[in-house]
T-cell receptor, first 110, second 117 residues
Framework: QKEVEQNSGPLSVPEGAIASLNCTYSDRGSQSFFWYRQYSGKSPELIMFIYSNGDKEDGRFTAQLNKASQYVSLLIRDSQPSDSATYLCAFMDSNYQLIWGAGTKLIIKP | ETGVTQTPRHLVMGMTNKKSLKCEQHLGHNAMYWYKQSAKKPLELMFVYNFKEQTENNSVPSRFSPECPNSSHLFLHLHTLQPEDSALYLC????????????????FGEGSRLTVL
């Protein structure tokens, strides 16, 4: 059974601090990993993808991938109240299917 | 109109009713998907269409019946649903069925919130 594990939260972070969201996955053959953000009542939207070990930075967002540990994380620097949302982690399996986590709810407190 | 639009946004139906959900994408994509999203559960892939042909049916009960008349439109026909079918139903599209698509980006509609009484 291919799975993605995420802490459901809520994760509460003060405004301006670094928010760290974590995800583990079961399929060692996974090559591509994704972070989607879903605001309450809205649709998920892709914010980061990564397929190489190490870090990938895009503005205030950094995705980190460790394939040996089957671990992917998302760091949000200088957190803003507008970052409050549910963050969904997903990986693509060998059949090009996206396997999703249940999401972590992030709350940024002013 | 742009992106992926879904109608209706909210639907309440009895267990004996027949209703349909509609999805339309204006992105020129070739693949369309139906997902079910329940609280605190991962997104569940229901159906996939690629170039109007159904390529996947993830063991979805027959009370859910998809229809894809062209690459821009996708329907989900509902009949004799159960209360446990109450959820947010999300339509999504992508350039193609992921094959060779490095980013794996799906574009989602805002969903149809279904309540079965």
């Amino acid at each position: 059974q291919k799975e993605v594990e995420q802490n459901s939260g809520p994760l509460s972070v003060p405004e301006g601090a670094i928010a760290s969201l974590n995800c583990t996955y079961s399929d060692r053959g996974s090559q591509s990993f994704f972070w989607y953000r879903q605001y309450s009542g809205k649709s998920p939207e892709l914010i980061m993808f990564i397929y190489s070990n190490g870090d990938k930075e895009d503005g205030r967002f950094t995705a980190q991938l460790n394939k040996a540990s089957q671990y992917v994380s998302l760091l949000i620097r200088d957190s803003q109240p507008s970052d409050s949302a549910t963050y969904l982690c997903a990986f693509m399996d060998s059949n090009y299917q996206l396997i999703w986590g249940a999401g972590t709810k992030l709350i940024i407190k002013p | 109109e742009t992106g992926v639009t879904q109608t209706p946004r909210h639907l309440v139906m009895g267990m004996t009713n027949k209703k349909s959900l509609k999805c339309e994408q204006h992105l020129g994509h070739n693949a369309m998907y139906w997902y079910k999203q329940s609280a605190k559960k991962p997104l569940e892939l229901m159906f996939v269409y690629n170039f109007k042909e159904q390529t996947e049916n993830n063991s979805v009960p027959s009370r859910f019946s998809p229809e894809c008349p062209n690459s821009s439109h996708l329907f989900l026909h509902l009949h004799t649903l159960q209360p446990e079918d109450s959820a947010l139903y999300l339509c999504a599209s992508s350039q193609d069925r992921f094959g060779g698509l490095k980013t794996g980006e799906l574009f989602f509609g805002e969903g149809s919130r279904l309540t079965v009484l």
